[in-house]
């Protein structure tokens, strides 16, 4: 596809379950990256992928926030026992290049809103 | 800390005059700035980046920015105002850390 897309769009589940967001990213871009925005606030940094690897975690909130990205394409941004407060817009980005390189524009997928009831 | 501020939630503009708006930042070392624009309910789109050079950057739909080392800022502009400007943005830097501000609400009126 042309741009960053990122399944489902919406996804409504109860406190404690498990959810799983998918993030598929423009062909070719090494770096990945996903971000929280909660309504009228910013996006909120969470993860880094260069690659196959995490290059910084250290936006995840907490243990119960997960990704993976195993064959340096597609990720998946993972969730346990999810809460209330985990309800937000969760948005995806690549860029072909990843921090420290000038080709590092990121482009953003739609986003997924995940609302916790 | 690094920390990014857009002081102004909205900023409201009549047609055809020119635009500002102001983005602050506090990081370590030389950052990379960015700007983005959220329409509603689209992804955010950027806009302009500045990583070295020309203080004085272009981007898309005649937008510009300004980076001013001393002040620390990296406001953006543009000559001349349009309806469709109308949405929300973002600064960003890309310092040892990925930070966002706040947004600032633009509003065109005719």
């Known amino acids: 596809g042309a741009g960053v897309s990122q399944t489902p769009s919406n996804k409504v589940t109860e406190k404690g379950k498990y959810v799983e967001l998918r993030c598929d990213p423009i062909?070719?871009?090494?770096?990945l990256y996903w971000y929280r925005q909660s309504l009228g606030q910013g996006p909120e940094f969470l993860i880094y992928?260069?690659?196959?690897?995490?290059?910084?975690d250290s936006g995840l909130p907490n243990d119960r926030f997960f990704a993976v990205r195993p064959e340096g394409s597609v990720s998946t941004l993972k969730i346990q026992r999810t809460e209330r407060g985990d309800s937000a817009m969760y948005l995806c980005?690549?860029?072909?290049?990843?921090?420290?390189?000038?080709?590092?524009?990121?482009?953003f997928g739609p986003g997924t809103r995940l609302t916790v009831l | 800390a690094q920390s990014v501020a857009q002081p102004e939630d909205q900023v409201n503009v009549a047609e055809g005059n020119p635009l500002t708006v102001k983005c602050t930042y506090s990081?370590?070392?030389?950052?990379?700035l960015f700007w983005y624009v959220q329409y509603p309910n689209r992804g955010l789109q950027f806009l302009l980046k500045y990583i070295t050079g020309d203080n004085l950057v272009k981007g898309s739909y005649g937008f510009e920015a300004e980076f001013n080392k001393s002040q620390t800022s990296f406001h953006l502009k543009k000559p001349s105002a349009l309806v469709s400007d109308s949405a929300l943005y973002f600064c960003w830097v890309q310092g040892g850390k990925l930070i966002f501000g706040q947004g600032t609400e633009l509003s065109v009126k005719p």
């Open positions: 990081v370590s070392g030389n950052p990379y």
């Open positions: 062909s070719g871009h090494t770096a």
């Open positions: 980005a690549s860029s072909l290049r990843g921090r420290g390189s000038v080709y590092n524009e990121q482009f």
């Open positions: 992928f260069q690659g196959t690897g995490a290059a910084d």
